[in-house]
């Protein structure tokens, strides 16, 4: 069975993701025009800001239908209100805890108080996310491969090829370990099981693309509430400023999201400051359309 870290490890990644959120926005906040960035965000359209938000909640639908379909395909029923309640307060935490996972493990630890068995809840939560990614993955590597014709004279970034190759290989690796390998093989099994089985597997894509479609949907709406569209950027360049969010060293993926949007979306014409704007509205956004979540906990107190 998949162990949690020891106590003080939780506590030192905690202060390494908040560091790692702080450091990085100082030190971006140094090489940007502030007042720019700033007269950007403060002329936003509200109409774009609240699509964007209000894609928060339709995503937590989709990844509690995905999380459920995962669990019960190992053999444990898991109503759906139940699902979206836990996902929605899951979801919040992700966004307000160090690391980005914090929210996936209280979900775990409460399905547990549910009389559920550890072990399986922890490889359907760990294959839900993986499959995420994995998907998250693959628009990465068609963007890239699409990135001549999207926008022609334009170099693709530099060691990004070699780089979503390497992320994808690993993933594969991971996922396709034989069951008979000692410790991780049955684990990597019924992951598979949870999401890959013929019996759930197109449903579980679908509900990965759409989920990824949204996320990316509710950047470049950000980015048209700036009057900043970013157009085949959205699916060339922003897939990687969210792919960053999943490295656990930040809060709410603050500080390597707008790092990378820095780096990036200037190569496709966006200046510093509007890159810098739009990803702080989409993490603004991506948490408000979190908060929801936050009454999950005083509701379960009011039932019988």
Request: some cysteine; glycine content about 10%; overall charge positive.
């Amino acid at each position: 069975m998949l162990e949690a870290p020891p106590p003080l490890w939780r506590r030192r990644r905690a202060w390494l993701s908040l560091g790692t959120s702080l450091a990085l926005l100082i030190w971006l906040g140094a090489q940007l025009d502030l007042e720019e960035a700033v007269a950007l965000v403060q002329g936003a359209s509200w109409p774009w800001l609240l699509l964007a938000a209000g894609l928060g909640p339709l995503q937590v639908l989709l990844s509690a239908e995905r999380w459920r379909r995962a669990v019960t395909a190992l053999g444990l029923p898991l109503p759906r209100s139940e699902a979206i309640s836990e996902f929605a307060l899951s979801t919040f935490l992700n966004q307000v805890l160090p690391g980005g996972m914090a929210g996936d493990a209280v979900r775990v630890l409460r399905q547990r108080r549910q009389d559920r068995p550890i072990g399986p809840v922890v490889r359907a939560a760990v294959a839900d996310r993986a499959l995420g990614l994995g998907v998250h993955c693959a628009v990465v590597i068609a963007g890239l491969l699409a990135w001549p014709w999207l926008h022609p004279g334009i170099p693709r970034p530099a060691g990004a090829v070699g780089l979503a190759v390497l992320i994808a290989g690993a993933m594969l690796s991971a996922a396709w370990v034989p069951e008979q390998t000692p410790i991780w093989g049955r684990q990597a099994a019924q992951m598979r099981t949870a999401v890959l089985s013929s019996q759930v597997v197109v449903g579980q894509l679908v509900l990965s693309v759409l989920l990824t479609c949204s996320f990316l949907l509710g950047f470049a709406c950000c980015g048209v509430a700036l009057g900043q569209p970013l157009g085949a950027a959205t699916v060339t360049v922003v897939p990687w400023v969210l792919l960053a969010m999943v490295v656990p060293i930040s809060v709410g993926g603050w500080g390597p999201r707008e790092a990378t949007a820095v780096a990036l979306l200037p190569l496709v014409g966006v200046s510093m400051e509007a890159a810098a704007a739009t990803s702080a509205l989409y993490g603004l956004t991506a948490l408000a359309g979190a908060l929801p979540g936050a009454l999950v906990p005083l509701l379960s107190r009011r039932e019988p």
